[in-house]
């Protein structure tokens, strides 16, 4: 039988490992049709029904289901570090935009001061990228008043 050295082995989803939480999810998946998990196991999972070639897309639907609908300022955190460890470009990008628009309530959760280098500046560019658009349609809207005179 196969017995890795130290009693670990390493499960992934193509180029991804899933963390332990959602490992157990898919599996609960796999053995009782059990779709109930938090929004972070869903990054995880979304790509697992075609890496394992499962017959039916039920398992992706949903993961893409519970993300739209459970990303909150409470758990906004963990869904960008998975949706940056899953590659998952859209789910990042409206993780930074929730942050931006909620930045005084996330910025005083403990989990920000755990966030890598790279995912820190990826929040600091997506507040500099809003505060450039407010001044664009702020110096717009103003040029707009002055030409009226």
Do not use: W
């Amino acid at each position: 039988s196969f017995c890795p050295p130290d009693n670990k082995v390493i499960v992934s989803i193509g180029e991804m490992v899933p963390s332990r939480q959602s490992f157990d999810s898919l599996l609960r998946y796999i053995y009782y049709g059990d779709v109930v998990m938090p929004p972070e196991d869903s990054l995880y999972l979304f790509s697992a029904p075609h890496f394992y070639i499962f017959s039916n897309n039920r398992l992706q639907v949903f993961c893409k289901t519970n993300l739209e609908r459970n990303v909150t300022v409470e758990n906004v955190l963990q869904i960008l570090e998975a949706a940056d460890r899953s590659q998952a470009s859209d789910m990042k990008k409206y993780a930074l935009n929730l942050i931006v628009r909620y930045f005084s309530k996330v910025a005083l959760q403990p989990r920000i001061r755990q966030l890598s280098k790279e995912l820190l500046l990826d929040v600091l560019f997506a507040i500099a990228d809003e505060s450039q658009d407010n001044k664009l349609i702020q110096d717009m809207s103003c040029s707009s008043i002055n030409s009226d005179n």
